[in-house]
Each structure stands twice: as structure tokens, then as C-alpha cells.
């Protein structure tokens, strides 16, 4: 990649003691900045100057990003609409959920939440998180290929935006092209994230840098579209879930809370755009921010009779960024509240949907989650096996950062001999790697739960996560940008040891390297196994459908069968257990006898589908309690005097349920 080649920044332009702030230009559309205010390596006194983009970067980080998608899942792209990754399990139900999603927001938007499957369940699509932010992905196509290569896209999509969006939050920081490379492939790439592959509400967090980058530039650069547009991202993202939406939204905050009192002590100054107290200029230098930016502020000029370390409060927000501030947040809230209210009916209606300390603490664990890494990780599996075998749960509580990450991180953090970021925001970062690891290990780290159960107990929201490590998304992004300094920096002082010893190349070897071993160290291995489709006999059949035999495993896949025609199912696959669904997977041992078809009958069933063979699960333990056990058993039974005709098309066989006596109970 050439414009990675270096790893360097271009020489700074700006003139000495020059004042002027970053120009209030954008990342694309010719939009022209400032350059770099500083030398990459020069221990900065403050914020790095925000830095120019050219088409040409860009357009070359998101070819990066599309490439390096497509060669870690090698060879997935050939074989869009056959193959899914890593597994049939969750991926199948999710390629169904972003179908349903589409429909629903085309053909009936009001009723988006009451999804085809869970019938007559109301709200089923809240029984696990919504991904409503890919629903416009399913506008183009139907039935279960055209849902299996929109899912397989999108996940190449996801791993493609983590490294774009970490790249673009690192650049901002202050990181040279090399640097935020780094940073890009250490978030995207983080040994934690091959283990929640199969999960696309967990691998998709390629939002949360890139609304940080825009919001962030937007602001210093007193650009209304960034900060528009990094607000709707901020939003997007919550769209997806909670399961990161909701560590976001309490990162934002907190975010917030520092830019007040920074405010609050005069240390954040309003020009065109936010900056902070200490500019540097190309030699180092600190210049105050002039008058004319002040002026053009609202800002009173600052009293020469005050503390030096501080300048006079100007307006928190620019003037004019505070109704595109307003519109962007009360959107973010909207968005939140919008997909809260139809998660709150449910946790309601559902008792069993509500997490209880015994759940949290099955997915919880201690210190040795530190050190264990995922067993699809080609690098440090079989050296973490050990501590692997401690945690309660190998598939989520696996948190071990990848040694090159952790090497870099600590030479960011220390920044000897030089730094890219200012010392508050190297402890920042710390202190973000050091909370989202305490607080991953959930309720185990210490005996009673504590510091995790303040959140579960206290905090709103909290008390509805199942899994605390995916907190941990967050600290692989904070872990990525220090990586990304610590990259940068040993490529900037092998440089003259290599021109003393007339090998000019060695810095771009080197950051090579290093990008090669992140890549290398946190991608894992994939499986791709062959989706199965339904039968041509089983498209176009009379619902509410059931498919036998029923199971968690199998359910799976009948959702997924589901998308062509969105025809309304009794069963599926959610987070909690449904007592309706349970008795009626129980009732179906006997099928087909009186008691299974009057069960039948009550929860509205007008077609079964029986299948003789049942699709292979690669990647899964199998089906856990199918019911009927014995499929060829059960369609050899006798229907006579049921109310049912039957017949047999291949390897299913179709009954079709008519009117007769229900059982006299249900589910409560």
C-alpha cells in the first residue's frame, strides 16, 4: 500500500508561529486542512493539528479494509451464496433476522418488531438484538440466497468499517499513515474478535471509531456536516443492538463529561472548531489561538491578568454547531428509545427474559480470561489452552490482547524517546484498556460480583446484558490505538540507525512487519460450511408452518427457511427461554398421535413438515433434543381418525392439519 509505505506523515507546513486552526473542511468532496502541526516523534505539549486527507489516502484505506476482509475469510467471497461463516448456528438465524428486518421496514414498518417467527408471539423480533441498522441491505432481493449473500456481504462489511473507522480515529489522534494502519488491523483484526465471528451485532463495531473520528473532526474543524454525520453514524450504530450500543451510548457520556470540564477550566478553547489549550507549531513551539478565530467564536479575548495555563471560557458548543449538536443527539436518543421501548415490553412480558445473577455469572470470569486466547486463533491458542481451560466459557471469555498488540501498546503508552499522543490521552486510553477488561470479567473477578454488580444493580440497562466480555469491543479499539503509537514510534527511531547504515528501506520493512504479525497474530481460522435450502416442495406451503423435527440447532435453520415468503412459524431461536415454545417442542415427541395434533391445533397450526434426513451442522455439537427423535418412526404412524392428510415429496413429509379437537391446556 504506498500510502503506508513510510509510515510518516509529509513534512509539516504550516509557518512558524503560525495560529490559524485546522480548516473547517471535511474528509472527502476536495475539502482542503491543515497539515500536521507538528513532527511525528516530537514529544507534543497538545492535540495534534487535525489532519488532510486526499482522495487518493482515502479511497486506498478503504481498498485496505475490503482486501483484508476478503483475505482473512479466504475464500468466502467465491462462494457468496452457498457458504456462511464460521458455523450454522447463529449466523443462519442472523441472515433470517436482516431479511425480516427489510420486509417488514417495505411492507408493514409499524409492525417491524412482530416478526414472522415466535407466532403468535408478539414483539419476537426483540427476543434477541434487532440489527434494524442493516434492515435497508434486505430492500434488494428475497428468498434464502439472496438472505445468505446479503449476510455473507455484510459480514466482509463489518470486518472492512473496523479497520477503516480505526484508521481514520487513529489519523485524527494524531497518528502518521503507518501508525493508524496499525491501529486499523489491531482493532479489526483483535485475537478477541474471531471468537464472536459467528455473532454479527458483536463483530460489527466498525461504528464506534468512525463516529468518534467524525464527531471529533467535525467539531475541530467547526464542520456541521462531520458532526452531522458522526452523530447518524452514532446512531446507526446503536441500530445494530445493544450489546454495543449500549457500552457506546455510556462512553459517549463519559466522553462528554471530560469535554465539560475541560470547558469548565478553561482548558478547551472555542475557535472554528474545538482545540486544546497548547497548539504547536512545526519547531514545537506553544501559540496561543488568535484573536481573529476568537472573534469569528463569540469568545471574549483572554484576560492577560489570568493564570497562564488558562484561557477565558468561551461558549461550551460553537454557535454554530449547536442546533446540528442538538438535532444529531436527540436523534441518537430517539433511535435508542425507539428500540428500547419493544426490549422493555418484552423483559415485561417474559419473565425468563430477564438476566438474572446466575445467568451473568455462567458467562462470567476471572483474571485467567486475560490470558486465554480463542481456540480459532492460529498463533496463541495451544500457548493459552491453560488458561483457557479456567474460564467458564471458552466461545466468551477469552480476552487476551495478542502479544505484538501488547508490546506496542506499552511502547505507546511510555512513549519514550517520543510520542505521538499527549500524556492525557495515552492515560486515557489506559484507563479505557484497564476498565473495559475489569469490567469484561463480569461478576468474576471478585467473589461478590463487585466492581460489575454496581453496573448490573444501579445502572440503567445494565441489568439486560447476558454477556459482559463483549464490553470488551471497546477495549480492543483503545488497545488498537496505543498499538498504533507504539507501531509508529519504533518505525520512527529505527530510521536513523538505518540511513547511518545505509538501509533507507528498513523503516518501511519494518512497519511491514509489524503489520503483517497483527494481522497474522489476531485473524483466525474460519470454517465455511454449505448452507442448507429448503426443498421446492416446502417453498409456497400454507402457514402458520411447522418444521419437525424441533430443536435449538434445527430451529435455526427453519428461520432461516422462513425468508422465502416470510410465512409465520411457531418456533425460532431467541436469548431466553419461551415457555409457550417449550411445551410446544415438548408435545411434539409423540407426533403424530391425538395429543401432538390437538397441541397443534391450539397454537394455530395448519401445515407440518417433517423432514426424514436432517441437514448436517458443521461447526455445532448437533441438535440437542430433537423432537420427534425418530423421524422415520414417526412417519410411518398412522394419521387415520387425526384430522390430517399426509403426504411424501422426497425426504419430507407434509401434513396438513384440519379442523378438529384442541388440547384443553396451553402454555401459561
Not at 470470569?365 to 498463533?379: C, D, H, I, K, T
Request: net charge positive; hydrophobic share 45%; glycine share 14%.
Amino acid at each position: 500500500m504506498q500510502t503506508m509505505s513510510t509510515g510518516l506523515p509529509s513534512p509539516p507546513r504550516t509557518p512558524r508561529g503560525s495560529t490559524a486552526p485546522a480548516g473547517a473542511g471535511g474528509v472527502a468532496g476536495g475539502e482542503q486542512g491543515s497539515r500536521s502541526s507538528s513532527r511525528e516523534g516530537a514529544r507534543p505539549r497538545g492535540w495534534a493539528a487535525s489532519p488532510a486527507f486526499s482522495g487518493r489516502e482515502l479511497a486506498l484505506v478503504v481498498l485496505s479494509g475490503v482486501l483484508l476482509a476478503v483475505l482473512t475469510s479466504w475464500p468466502l467471497v467465491l462462494h457468496l451464496p452457498t457458504r456462511i461463516a464460521p458455523d450454522l448456528g447463529d449466523p443462519v438465524r442472523t441472515a433470517w433476522e436482516i431479511a425480516w428486518v427489510g420486509h417488514a421496514m417495505l411492507h408493514d414498518p409499524l409492525h417491524l418488531f412482530d416478526a414472522n417467527a415466535f407466532y403468535p408471539h408478539p414483539l419476537s423480533l426483540a427476543f434477541s438484538d434487532s440489527l434494524l441498522g442493516y434492515g435497508p441491505a434486505a430492500f434488494f432481493g428475497s428468498g434464502t440466497v439472496a438472505a445468505l449473500v446479503r449476510y455473507n456481504l455484510l459480514f466482509l462489511f463489518a470486518w472492512s468499517l473496523c479497520f477503516i473507522g480505526a484508521y481514520l480515529l487513529a489519523r485524527e489522534l494524531g497518528l502518521g499513515r503507518l501508525g493508524g494502519a496499525a491501529a486499523g488491523v489491531a482493532f479489526a483484526y483483535a485475537p478477541y474478535r474471531v471468537t464472536e465471528a459467528g455473532h454479527l451485532h458483536v463483530i460489527s463495531s466498525g461504528g464506534l471509531p468512525l463516529a468518534l473520528f467524525l464527531l471529533l473532526r467535525g467539531y475541530r474543524r467547526s464542520s456541521r456536516k462531520l458532526v452531522l454525520a458522526g452523530w447518524l453514524v452514532s446512531a446507526w450504530q446503536v441500530s445494530l443492538g445493544f450489546t454495543l450500543g449500549l457500552q457506546y451510548c455510556y462512553l459517549l457520556a463519559v466522553l462528554a463529561l471530560l469535554v465539560l470540564l475541560y470547558w469548565w477550566r478553561g482548558r478547551l478553547t472555542p475557535g472554528e472548531g474545538w482545540s486544546g489549550r497548547e497548539q504547536v507549531s512545526p519547531e514545537g513551539e506553544n501559540v496561543a489561538p488568535s484573536a481573529d478565530s476568537r472573534a469569528r467564536a463569540g469568545a471574549p479575548s483572554p484576560d492577560r491578568r489570568e493564570h497562564p495555563s488558562r484561557t477565558a471560557r468561551g461558549p461550551l458548543i460553537p454557535r454554530r454547531l449547536l442546533i446540528v449538536t442538538i438535532v444529531g443527539a436527540t436523534l441518537l436518543g430517539g433511535v435508542a428509545i425507539y428500540q428500547a421501548a419493544p426490549y422493555l415490553q418484552v423483559a415485561h412480558d417474559y419473565p425468563t427474559a430477564k438476566r438474572t445473577l446466575k445467568e451473568v455469572k455462567n458467562y462470567s470470569s476471572g483474571p485467567a480470561a486475560l490470558l486465554s486466547a480463542s481456540s480459532e486463533n492460529r498463533v496463541w491458542s495451544g500457548a493459552t489452552s491453560g488458561m483457557r481451560a479456567k474460564v467458564h466459557s471458552q466461545n466468551e471469555d477469552v480476552f487476551f490482547p495478542g502479544g505484538l498488540v501488547l508490546l506496542l501498546a506499552l511502547i505507546g503508552l511510555a512513549g519514550v524517546g517520543g510520542a505521538a499522543y499527549t500524556r492525557n490521552l495515552r492515560l486515557g486510553l489506559l484507563a479505557g484498556v484497564v476498565v473495559c477488561s475489569v469490567l469484561a470479567m463480569g461478576l468474576g473477578l471478585t467473589g461478590y460480583g463487585y466492581p460489575y454488580r454496581l453496573l448490573y444493580n444501579y445502572a440503567p440497562g445494565w441489568n439486560g446484558v447476558r454477556v459482559p466480555g463483549r464490553v470488551f469491543t471497546l477495549g480492543t479499539l483503545f488497545y488498537a490505538l496505543l498499538a498504533g503509537a507504539g507501531a509508529q514510534l519504533l518505525v520512527l527511531r529505527i530510521g536513523p540507525w538505518g540511513r547511518r547504515h545505509s538501509l533507507r528501506a528498513l523503516p518501511a520493512l519494518l512497519g511491514g512487519v509489524l503489520l503483517v504479525g497483527l494481522l497474522g497474530e489476531g485473524a483466525g481460522h474460519l470454517a465455511h460450511p454449505v448452507v442448507p435450502q429448503p426443498a421446492k416442495a416446502e417453498v409456497g406451503l400454507p402457514g402458520p408452518l411447522l418444521d419437525l423435527p424441533t430443536d435449538g440447532a434445527a430451529d435455526r435453520v427453519w428461520q432461516y427457511f422462513s425468508t422465502n415468503g416470510f410465512y409465520k412459524i411457531p418456533i425460532g431461536n431467541s436469548t431466553f427461554d419461551i415457555p409457550a415454545v417449550d411445551d410446544l417442542r415438548g408435545g411434539m415427541s409423540g407426533f403424530p398421535d391425538r395429543a401432538s395434533i390437538e397441541k397443534l391445533r391450539w397454537y394455530g397450526i395448519r401445515t407440518v413438515v417433517l423432514h426424514l434426513t436432517m441437514p448436517k451442522l458443521p461447526g455445532l455439537h448437533g441438535y440437542a433434543l430433537a423432537e420427534p427423535a425418530d423421524t422415520a418412526k414417526a412417519a410411518a404412524k398412522p394419521v387415520t381418525g387425526l384430522g390430517v392428510t399426509r403426504r411424501q415429496v422426497g425426504s419430507l413429509v407434509i401434513y396438513e392439519i384440519g379442523p378438529g379437537p384442541k388440547a384443553l391446556h396451553g402454555s401459561d
